[in-house]
């Protein structure tokens, strides 16, 4: 082991350049899963600490499934149950606030954001949490208007005891007289306002419910535990459960999907990087076939030769693993302080360091020194079997020339099913088909070299017929055409990304601008702080609303409200509307059955309309019946159609009538709310007085229909253009393929490039070679690139389309033009040192090279 370890080391220090290069291509996938898997567990934990309220220990937490209020019958059922010792009900919610409640400063986030409004009874409360309290006094039952908060929100507004704290409520801007403070909190997280239960039912417009209900049992026997267990669930019903209720589900999904979409591309990037190292590795094993014959020669073993080689990769792949790592957390750390202004303004999340689990660091590892002692065993096998006397002889040149017939054939049958699988349209057999059709255009790759090599030649021999620098670039390619093929196809897969991912913006940003414009397109609208988490937004009672109406020039006003459900255990938004008035300012795009008549039965009868999303799901079809949860049980709606919106086009998503919800849920407050003018109206005179009745209510945002499509866009195009420069970076293992190759291909023909020189070819023809030889190859790649990402964003739209998201495929010609001019410049920059290194060698040296 110790000489193969000093054999080994010596070697990637004699050939720095080249072991560079190798290392760089598992760095480079390294960084790629490690930085982006940082992402979402800082993510979780930033929602974690800032959206859910920390919670004291109790013996049985009750909360309905939906999460929704419910009737406080059920908490004289609980304390009734033997073996309860005392129980008692909340009425809890999260207030999402505006970016600048606080310190009206738009440009500048306040340092809370978000907060819990806790409604309890201060005699039982007090008799399972200890709510100590070191200034002032805590809640008394008759108390009105007063509120307990800690002495760190305290601190961060600057309150004191009697002082006023302000918050947005159903009624509107509510002053709550602080009477007590409870200690800091230790850890960052959601802050608590204390009021009395009935206080909290008027400012939240939920009279007579709570939410959630906490028990302490009267034994620490865990059998009797266990029978008090069963018997408080036995009460409750299917529809109640024991723990507290999951928050934020569509967030996680969100954040889940985006997390498994960056990890295949990650994969894929370290999958160009065993591309590389393979071709690294085999082309190594072919230039030292000399050494390794004297190395079999002094009395070297097959298993000797392997470890030798294995030796190398483990080094190079431990290398650029910690490297990559290191890389990683960076570039983590760098696009989480990116994200924490876009997460503060739209989900109100503080996002703090990066967190890095055990487990991650642990597959990265196993990921990158993995897939490079997997690129070189072959080699190395390959290395082990050559003899001292076949090594010996100088045939460096068709060592691996080999027949690419076979393979062209399965890689032809393999595209061929991929075909056919996109023409199915089934989007199982499509993504099979995506898996085939990478995998064929690989095998096709050698038997393809020397075709399209002469094509591109003989583009480039226009412009250099004279010199024949072009026939000699295209023999140096066609020499080895498994080797150029395997480059071309680490390029084939960056590209094929940079493609794919064009093809998908492109279709998104047509299909959702245009849902927007159907669905958001009012003269107004009032904008909760919150458009991701509609559960933690402060809605306003029917008052906002009548108000709006009674404005001289206004037509119609619609307003939407919100409810959580489950639809076969699965989490759901419901989302209420106004069937009469909310075709007035607003649509829905209507994928199955009539716009007119859906709203119809929305009105008169328990029906719903479904979004695509839970239509792509669940199977279901205008007529057939759904179960939801309810906090008065289960109810049976029928689907009355399938249609969408902007709001709701990415989570499962219902619309019902208010009347409905009113009934079922018992929520009535407003969470959005569009309007329009009269004809003719004096849009001037009309929205100052509109402006002056939403000031009463903060937690609105009054903005025009138009000024809200132009931020969309513009956030959309942000977006978009981070992960246009995001998926173009991840091309670079391309370039490092074809610098590898190049200057590979530069060391193993030092002896022809110095009988070049002899002959009287000047250095300006030798970088000229060289370069033409990286166009070949770039061009190769590229066009394999295009092909690829072609089939892989049509495959991406037809499984955005299958699961419910309102797209439709647009070509991406702006991706494609992208993709060209980045494959033809990576050819340009790949060729630069080593036309440089060919062009430099001294004829003397590079005759006498072996």
Known sequence: MNIQLTLAARYLWGRKLRTVLTTLAVMFGVLVIFGMNILVPSLLQAFTANALAASGQVDATVTHKTGEAFSPDLLDKVEAVDGVRVATGFLSRPLVLPLDYFDHDPNKADQVSTLSLVGLDPDTAQTLHNYSVTEGRFLQADAQEAAVITASLAEALGLKVGDALSLPTAQGKAALTIVGLRPARTLPGNEEVLVTLPEAQALLDQPDQINTIEANYNTLDEARRAEIQKAIEAVLGENYHLGALPSGAELLTNLRTGQAAVNLFGFLSLFMGGFIIFNTFRTVIAERRHDIGMLRAVGASRRTIVGLILTEGLLQGGVGTLVGMGLGYLMGAAILAALAGVAAQFIHLQVGAPVVSPGLVLITMVLGVGVTLLAGLLPAFSASRVTPLE???????????????????????????????????????????????????????????????????????????????????????????????????????????????????????????????????????????????????????????????????????????????????????????????????????????????????????????????????????????????????????????????????????????????????????????????????????????????????????????????????????????????????????????????????????????????????????????????????????????????????????????????????????????????????????????????????EIVKALRYE
Do not use: C
Request: no cysteine; hydrophobic share 55%; charged share 15%.
């Open 391 to 841: 090594a010996l002889r100088p045939a460096l040149a068709d060592v691996y020339q080999r027949a690419a017939g076979v393979g062209a054939m399965i890689g032809a049958a393999l595209i061929v099913l991929a075909v056919l699988a996109l023409l199915v349209g089934n989007v199982g057999l499509v993504a099979v088909g995506g898996l085939l059709f990478l995998g064929g255009l690989v095998l096709i790759a050698p038997a393809l070299v020397k075709p399209i090599a002469s094509a591109f030649g003989a583009l480039i021999a226009l412009a250099f017929a004279r010199e024949g620098t072009t026939s000699l670039a295209q023999g140096n390619l066609t020499r080895q055409p498994s080797r150029a093929a395997i480059t071309a196809s680490a390029t084939m897969i960056g590209l094929a990304l940079l493609v794919a991912v064009a093809g998908v913006i492109t279709s998104i940003t047509g299909g959702f601008l245009g849902l927007f414009r159907k669905s958001l397109g009012s003269d107004f609208l009032l904008i909760p702080p919150s458009l991701s988490l509609w559960g933690g937004n402060v809605g306003a009672n029917e008052n906002l609303a009548e108000r709006l109406r009674a404005v001289d020039g206004v037509a119609a006003v619609s307003t939407i409200r919100f409810a959580a459900t489950a639809l076969d255990d699965k989490p759901i938004s419901l989302l209420e509307i106004d069937p009469a008035s909310f075709p007035q300012v607003a649509g829905l795009d209507f994928q199955a059955g009539d716009g007119q008549t859906a709203y119809s039965e929305l009105a008169g009868s328990r029906s719903l309309i479904l979004n695509r999303i839970i239509a792509a799901q669940t199977g279901l079809k205008v007529g057939d019946t759904v179960t939801l949860t309810t906090p008065e049980g289960e109810q049976t709606y029928r689907v009355a159609a399938v249609a969408g919106d902007y709001l709701n086009s990415k989570t499962p998503a219902a619309y019902v009538s208010q009347a409905n919800l009113a009934a079922d849920f018992h929520k009535t407050d407003d969470i959005f709310i569009q309007l329009n003018l009269a004809p003719g109206a004096d849009r001037a005179a009309v929205e100052p007085k509109l402006k002056a009745i939403v000031a009463d209510y903060p937690q609105f945002r009054f903005v025009s229909g138009q000024a809200f499509y132009d931020e969309n866009r513009r956030l959309m195009e942000a977006s978009f253009s981070v992960l246009y420069v995001l998926f173009a970076v991840f091309a670079l293992p391309s370039l490092i393929a074809m610098l590898n190759t190049l200057a590979i291909s530069v060391i193993e023909r030092t002896r022809e490039i110095g009988m070049l020189r002899a002959v009287g070819a000047t250095q300006k023809q030798v970088r000229r070679m060289v370069l033409i030889e990286a166009l070949l190859l770039a061009a190769l790649g590229t066009a394999f690139g295009l092909l690829a990402g072609l089939y892989l964003g049509y495959l991406l739209m037809s499984a955005l389309t299958a699961g419910g998201y309102p797209v439709t495929y647009s070509f991406p010609l702006a991706g494609l033009l992208a993709a060209i001019a980045i494959g033809l410049l990576f050819g340009v920059l790949a060729a630069l040192l080593p036309a440089r290194q060919a062009a430099r060698m």
